[in-house]
């Protein structure tokens, strides 16, 4: 199912927020912010725009990101999908599995599964 690219770009937002608001609990927002970075640094090479989500003490916000107005959101989807992965990999390597899972759980993110490509919620069903 296509979403508007705003509609990706809320969604993620929210997601965003709850995975390093919870991972600030364990890391501290510093290191936190360090790794969001690292990660859109990273994905930057492929995708400039997610340089443009910040990482504050009070939330992640994405209103700098251009919204594309053509109905496929597959570009921008991509963008927050391979973020998110990478984020979440290093976490789970940072914090361990189980904590990793937990803070992915509290975001909505379906338990990771090996060699997946796809960032899937729990309300899209696992």
């Known amino acids: 199912m296509l979403r508007a690219p705003a509609e990706v770009v809320k969604r993620y937002e929210a997601l965003l927020n709850t995975i390093w608001t919870e991972s600030a609990r364990y890391l501290g927002e510093f290191s ?3 790794l ?3 990660v859109a640094w990273e994905i930057s090479l492929e995708y400039p725009a997610i340089e443009l989500v910040e990482f ?7 209103s700098r990101i251009p919204v594309p107005q053509e109905e496929s959101d597959a570009h921008v989807e991509e963008m927050f ?14 914090l361990g599995r189980k904590r990793a899972r937990e803070i992915g759980e ?5 338990p990771a599964t090996e060699n997946t490509g796809a960032v899937r919620t729990l ?4």
């Open 56 to 62: 504050r003490p009070d939330g992640v916000s994405c």
């Open 123 to 126: 309300e899209e069903g696992c």
């Open 36 to 38: 969001a970075k690292r």
């Open 32 to 34: 936190a912010s360090l």
């Open 106 to 110: 509290k975001a909505g993110l379906c």
């Open 81 to 94: 999908a391979k973020f998110t992965q990478k984020y979440m990999s290093v976490l789970t390597k940072l």
